[in-house]
């Protein structure tokens, strides 16, 4: 699976943005995709979830309420809507798939459990 990361930008405090991942993959893959993030002088964190079907999602608990993940497997993108941003949000978001079998059920917050990740995309937001 190939990941590309698309939509970072810089906006103010209390704005919106909308984060893409487009996927190129093997003919009848299915795979999980998520957002995690690297701020400054950090390590890289998760932010959210989706299952293949997109009926399973999860986040980080200082996103919640304010970002909204989902997928579109005919077009192969992933989204991540970003509301209410805060300069805690400024940091480069990747996103992750992987489509392997994983043994507990919190195993899409650990980075080292995704196997592909796209370059990366620097959100900035200004206070």
């Known amino acids: 699976v190939q990941l590309q990361a698309s939509g970072g930008g810089t906006v103010q405090t209390g704005g919106s943005l909308k984060l893409s991942c487009t996927a190129t993959?093997?003919?009848?893959?299915?795979?999980?995709l998520a957002w995690f993030r690297e701020a400054p002088g950090k390590g890289r964190e998760f932010v959210s979830m989706?299952?293949?079907?997109?009926?399973?999602?999860g986040y980080a608990d200082p996103v919640k309420g304010r970002f909204t993940i989902s997928r579109d497997n005919a077009k192969n993108v992933g989204y991540l809507q970003m509301n209410n941003l805060g300069p805690a949000d400024t940091a480069v978001y990747y996103c992750?798939?992987?489509?392997?079998?994983?043994?507990?059920?919190?195993?899409?917050?650990?980075?080292?459990?995704?196997?592909?990740w796209g370059q990366g995309t620097l959100v900035t937001v200004s206070s």
């Open positions: 992750a798939a992987d489509g392997s079998y994983h043994a507990y059920s919190t195993w899409y917050q650990d980075k080292s459990e995704w196997h592909y």
């Open positions: 993959a093997s003919a009848g893959s299915t795979f999980e």
């Open positions: 989706i299952s293949w079907s997109g009926g399973s999602t």
